[in-house]
């Protein structure tokens, strides 16, 4: 189970690494094509439809993945009834994705992306549910085609839109053109599986009432999360400008540039926790162990390496977005409790303990929506960074104390002796980082804190030649 696990993980975090490159080329294009007012107003009309996107999506694709998991002979049905329910849920979020610009009292100019990127969420919310199947299936090599071939096809519109002439409808167009390549993908794939029928909605008030009811925790959670991850955006916009909106956007894109590394390991992590969920405690706890050695492995070489290169990094976006380098240096952190987390979040939800992990997320947003509410009038958008790194801390540390719940003997002792050795080993790769800097350049010493950081993981015994054999027959 291991292994089928780091394989599918594997699948989906070449595909990433290969999409996040080229998405986050593309977004330092744009940004130094559009500069920051125009950056702002595109990245606004993004999060306002991404928090709405929840509403079209509803836990429904959580749902899915967890029930054919452990029963593969039902997904036909189960799929028919959730498309069903799925498309009211689409008019609805689209319905308050519209109505929010307008109440809020945006300018003509954003109400009219905002109503383009709806038809992004109207496509995204189909692709990602049948992307869902697929990962019940545990068949997640389909999704790393379809990611890496999406991302490309919006790059590559959106780059001719961008040399030919430059606006953000088009650049919307973009997006609706590489949602479309996934959307075709994982259909065609599922269909494939199962068969054209199975992707006609069927309508049943039975079995839409006990979709509702499985997937109402896993919506709540989405909420929260879609909430307290993009409404600092709003209230930047409110309360400052959407100029200031660009200038945070660049920092918030090197930051969550990276979130795709827990992400696609938790797409993999999370069919093969249900399976065992309940069955066998010893392999859950073998597999979140792992998990967050995984994620620390992963965590600590970004963010202190961002950290320390932070200034150049910014600096490739052109012109006019100096200001962001405090605020990259200061959000970057929020990925050590994020990528933590992601286990975790797994783990509460494989073993049905949604609410459990639910009350987190509302914590964690009611939380972020004060600290955001309180700081950014005075400091800025570096008010922002700070609400989300007290919020996300909170959020690994709740979710950290209810995994006793799940696994009795799991031992924090253990865990900490695990992953404060390869944090360490972080903080002395960014401090060589620092002093070498000034004498090699910052590209050269991007490499030289990579070899630090490897050399510190084998002397510790944080990283195995067994773990290096392991990763290559895998």
């Not at 390549?181 to 199975?198: D, F, I, K, P």
């Not at 030289?448 to 290559?472: M, P, W």
Request: glycine content about 8%; overall charge positive; proline content about 4%.
């Amino acid at each position: 189970m291991t292994q089928r696990v780091a394989k599918n993980a594997l699948y989906l975090t070449i595909a990433s690494v290969g999409q996040k490159i080229i998405a986050f080329v593309y977004f330092l294009f744009l940004a130094r094509v559009m500069q920051p007012d125009l950056t702002g107003q595109y990245f606004l009309a993004l999060s306002i439809t991404t928090i709405f996107s929840v509403i079209a999506e509803f836990g429904i694709t959580s749902v899915t993945i967890r029930e054919i998991a452990k029963e593969p002979t039902q997904a036909r049905s189960l799929i028919s009834h959730a498309l069903a329910l799925k498309l009211p849920l689409m008019l609805l979020a689209i319905l308050g994705a519209v109505l929010t610009g307008r109440l809020l009292g945006y300018e003509s100019d954003v109400q009219f992306l905002i109503g383009m990127a709806c038809v992004v969420l109207l496509i995204d919310a189909l692709q990602v549910f049948f992307y869902g199947v697929l990962r019940g299936f545990q068949a997640l090599k389909y999704e790393a085609v379809g990611i890496f071939f999406g991302m490309g096809t919006t790059a590559l519109v959106g780059g001719l839109v961008l040399f030919l002439a430059p606006s953000l409808p088009l650049l919307i167009v973009a997006l609706m053109a590489g949602s479309l390549v996934n959307l075709l993908v994982a259909s065609s794939r599922v269909a494939e599986r199962l068969g054209w029928v199975t992707l006609i909605p069927r309508w049943s008030s039975q079995d839409a009432r006990l979709i509702l009811n499985m997937a109402f925790p896993f919506a709540l959670a989405a909420i929260f999360v879609k909430v307290y991850s993009y409404v600092d955006s709003i209230f930047i916009s409110k309360i400052l400008d959407t100029t200031a909106v660009g200038l945070y956007a660049i920092a918030y894109k090197f930051t969550y540039a990276f979130q795709f590394l827990p992400l696609a390991f938790v797409a993999a992590l999370y069919p093969g926790m249900s399976a065992v969920a309940g069955k066998d405690e010893t392999a859950l706890e073998r597999i979140l162990l792992k998990s967050l050695w995984y994620m620390a492995i992963l965590s600590a070489p970004i963010v202190f390496g961002l950290y320390a290169v932070a200034p150049e990094a910014i600096s490739l976006a052109g012109e006019g977005y100096e200001q962001a380098t405090v605020v990259l240096q200061t959000l970057i952190f929020v990925l050590i409790p994020i990528f933590l987390d992601f286990p975790i979040g797994a783990l509460l939800n494989a073993c049905g303990k949604q609410t459990i992990k639910t009350a987190i997320m509302g914590g964690t947003m009611v939380m972020n929506i004060v600290l955001n509410a309180i700081l950014i009038p005075y400091i800025g958008i570096l008010g922002a960074a700070y609400a989300a790194l007290a919020s996300f801390i909170f959020m690994f540390v709740a979710g950290l104390a209810f995994v006793r719940t799940v696994i009795p003997s799991f031992s924090f002792v253990h865990l900490l002796k695990t992953i404060l050795p390869i944090y360490l080993i972080g903080g002395i790769m960014l401090v060589v980082v620092v002093l070498l800097k000034p004498i090699t350049g910052w590209i050269p010493v991007v490499l030289i804190g990579g070899g630090v950081y490897l050399c510190g993981l084998l002397l510790t015994g944080s990283l195995t030649f067994a773990d290096l054999r392991y990763a290559k027959r895998v």
